[in-house]
């Protein structure tokens, strides 16, 4: 058997470079001392502290203290044994966003912007990383404001929209890009030399998200018209049109990029005064619902949306914050072929267990057009909660940040 300790040092640097993050580069360290002593940690980048607050559609600035971005990862935690029963491991997705004043995380829900309000009695307050099998899903940039009312909880503080970010070279004390959705539906873009946001004028319809793919600005408006951010706020059409659905998501899945259609369909509840057009509190009691979606992959060079029909067995997740995407053998799961999304729908009926944290999540089946509640699909709902067994088998270690026992 090959000794891998004896890897030459400069093969073991190349191999670093190619790994994607700073997790991948930890746990590759961890391998032996000899690694270890090859690879050094990588650094801890800390974006600005302070951001100014978008201008209002008038063009003037918030009177707030400004913005401040936080991280967040999404990972999925695999059991170190499979189950006797079954043969396979049990997985579970979470969200971690690391408080950089002590060195800790909270835990959040996968899909929402939400903290969980509680945790089992047994649950650990430390994990070993290095006792499991980790994969990192996605990651999400969420602006908070600096001056929000605490009351509100994270009504008042979360800036509402999907933010994307580019870092020069990987390294934000390089320089760095932000692209987030402006209130007006416009597309705005902060960068760290000019210390100040740009709202694009390019506008033909509003924009419904923004994505980064293969180190590129993409955004999509909801009539599916795709463009290309430059650095210099210019806009180049990526992918026509797509119409017919009411909200669109891109998505990258094995290296394409997607767009996800949602179609809604708007619903009065009982009891609503609906039908004595009792229009005042009407907000209060239309609900929109999720019925399906449509999937297409972009054709990079005719500049076409492709109907996609099979997800080639992976799972598609549509957060508030973020989109990614699994293998059904990643995720432990049967099959893929189908969507997880945040919706507030489920939740809003009361169509979730009472004692459940994953409210607001719905599952599409691309395959035979199925859709509800998470709850439904069971092979999916352990992927979210409870927490599986093994998480309070063992006492876990962890230091997220540099992934190496203590």
């Known amino acids: 058997m090959a000794d891998w300790t004896q890897l030459p040092g400069e093969l073991l640097y190349l191999i670093?470079?190619?790994?994607?993050?700073?997790?991948?580069v930890n746990?590759?360290?961890?391998?032996?001392?000899?690694?270890?002593?090859?690879?050094?940690?990588?650094?801890?980048?800390?974006?600005?502290?302070?951001?100014?607050?978008?201008?209002?559609?008038?063009?003037?600035?918030?009177?707030?203290?400004?913005?401040?971005?936080?991280?967040?990862?999404?990972?999925?935690?695999r059991s170190p044994n499979p189950n006797t029963e079954t043969g396979r491991s049990t997985s579970w997705v979470i969200k971690i966003e690391e408080d950089g004043s002590n060195n800790r995380v909270q835990l959040l829900n996968p899909l929402s912007r939400s903290r969980f309000d509680s945790l089992p009695e047994n649950f650990p307050k430390i994990f070993n990383l290095l006792e499991?099998?980790?994969?990192?899903?996605?990651?999400?940039?969420?602006?908070?404001?600096?001056?929000?009312?605490?009351?509100?909880g994270d009504a008042g503080n979360l800036?509402?929209?999907?933010?994307?970010?580019?870092?020069l070279d990987n390294n934000p004390n390089n320089g760095f890009v932000l692209l987030t959705i402006h209130v007006?539906?416009?597309?705005?873009?902060?960068?760290?030399?000019?210390?100040?946001?740009?709202?694009?004028?390019?506008?033909?319809?509003?924009?419904?998200?923004?994505?980064?793919?293969?180190?590129?600005?993409?955004?999509?408006?909801?009539?599916?018209?795709?463009?290309?951010?430059?650095?210099?706020?210019e806009?180049?059409?990526?992918?026509?049109?797509?119409?017919?659905?009411?909200?669109?998501?891109?998505?990258?899945?094995?290296?394409?990029?997607?767009?996800?259609?949602?179609?809604?369909?708007?619903?009065a509840s009982e009891g609503s005064g609906f039908a004595e057009e009792n229009f005042e509190n009407l907000a209060f009691y239309i609900n929109e619902r999720t019925v399906r979606f449509n999937v297409?992959?972009?054709?990079?060079?005719?500049?076409?949306?492709?109907?996609?029909?099979?997800?080639?067995?992976?799972?598609?997740?549509?957060?508030?914050?973020?989109?990614?995407?699994?293998?059904?053998?990643d995720l432990n799961v049967c099959r893929g072929n189908c969507i997880i999304f945040a919706d507030n729908f489920f939740y809003s009926l009361g169509d979730e267990d009472e004692?459940?944290?994953?409210?607001?999540?719905?599952?599409?089946?691309?395959?035979?057009?199925?859709?509800?509640?998470?709850?439904?699909?069971?092979?999916?709902?352990?992927?979210?909660w409870p927490p599986p067994w093994w998480t309070s088998s063992r006492l876990l270690d962890a230091q997220l940040g540099n992934g190496e026992s203590t």
Not at 16 to 24: C, G, M, N, Q
Not at 240 to 258: H, I, R, Y
Not at 358 to 374: A, K, M, S
């Open 159 to 167: 800036y509402m929209e999907k933010v994307v970010i580019s870092c």
């Open 27 to 77: 746990r590759f360290r961890s391998v032996c001392s000899t690694w270890r002593s090859t690879v050094t940690s990588p650094k801890r980048h800390r974006l600005a502290p302070r951001f100014p607050v978008l201008p209002d559609e008038g063009g003037m600035a918030n009177t707030s203290n400004g913005f401040s971005l936080s991280k967040r990862i999404i990972f999925l935690l």
């Open 296 to 329: 297409f992959k972009l054709d990079e060079v005719g500049k076409q949306w492709v109907d996609v029909k099979d997800l080639d067995d992976r799972v598609l997740f549509l957060g508030d914050d973020c989109t990614f995407s699994a293998t059904a053998e």
């Open 355 to 384: 004692s459940s944290e994953r409210c607001d999540v719905g599952v599409f089946d691309l395959e035979n057009g199925t859709i509800g509640p998470l709850h439904k699909f069971p092979q999916f709902s352990k992927l979210f």
């Open 16 to 24: 670093s470079k190619r790994l994607r993050t700073s997790f991948d």
């Open 235 to 267: 806009t180049t059409e990526a992918g026509m049109p797509v119409f017919g659905g009411d909200k669109k998501f891109l998505v990258e899945s094995k290296g394409d990029l997607l767009l996800v259609d949602m179609h809604l369909s708007v619903e």
């Open 132 to 152: 499991l099998s980790i994969v990192e899903l996605g990651e999400e940039f969420v602006l908070s404001y600096l001056n929000h009312l605490s009351y509100l």
């Open 184 to 233: 007006s539906g416009k597309l705005a873009l902060f960068k760290s030399s000019d210390k100040k946001w740009t709202i694009i004028q390019d506008m033909p319809s509003p924009y419904d998200d923004v994505i980064l793919y293969e180190g590129n600005f993409y955004a999509v408006d909801n009539t599916g018209r795709t463009v290309l951010v430059g650095l210099d706020c």
